[in-house]
């Protein structure tokens, strides 16, 4: 006897994902790829180059909807796969516990995490990849940069809706932000 939910049949249309944003906050996941060294510090910080909705550029980390009985680490993996490719080898946590959770509105100023098409919880991860990892899907290019060029307030400018700030959480988490 099996207990895996089939989930097949579950999938949002695009109707009916645009009505669930109207009424319901949607769960994401998003992922920092990170480079570490034996030691377990951040050597690098892979950020995607990604064409937005808007027509703009924008720098962009991993993230992307959790489905209908999906479980995170399953999410994580997914959305690491599609966006920097089959051989990234994440090493996913153990724990899903995330390192923060991010609020996403429609105005931006309510949290400073903004999203123009819905309320969006997102919960958030470092994950060191060990493999060859190159852009797909949308993503245009990816870039590894120190934890120093990441936290510059350059490549900041370069990231919208928040995620930024994501990135220097992330290095705070990890203890590697000056």
Not at 135 to 156: N, R, Y
Request: hydrophobic share 40%; with cysteine.
């Amino acid at each position: 006897m099996s207990d895996i939910l089939d989930v097949r049949g579950s999938w949002l249309s695009a109707d009916e994902l645009e009505q669930a944003r109207e009424r319901l906050p949607i769960v994401y996941v998003e992922a920092i790829p990170v480079r570490v060294d034996t030691w377990g510090t951040i050597t690098a910080v892979g950020l995607l180059l990604q064409a937005m909705p808007d027509g703009s550029i924008s720098r962009a980390l991993v993230s992307g909807r959790v489905h209908y009985g999906e479980r995170l680490r399953e999410a994580l993996l997914r959305h690491i796969e599609k966006d920097l490719g089959p051989v990234a080898l994440p090493r996913l946590p153990i724990d899903p516990a995330p390192f923060t959770v991010a609020e996403y509105f429609p105005d931006p100023s309510v949290t400073g995490f903004h999203d123009p098409r819905q309320h969006a919880v997102s919960l958030c991860y470092v994950v060191p990849c060990d493999g060859d990892c190159s852009p797909s899907q949308g993503a245009l290019d990816l870039t590894w940069v120190t934890p120093a060029e990441a936290a510059s307030e350059g490549f900041q400018m370069e990231m919208t809706g928040g995620q930024g700030r994501l990135v220097r959480l992330a290095l705070a988490f990890a203890g590697q932000l000056d």
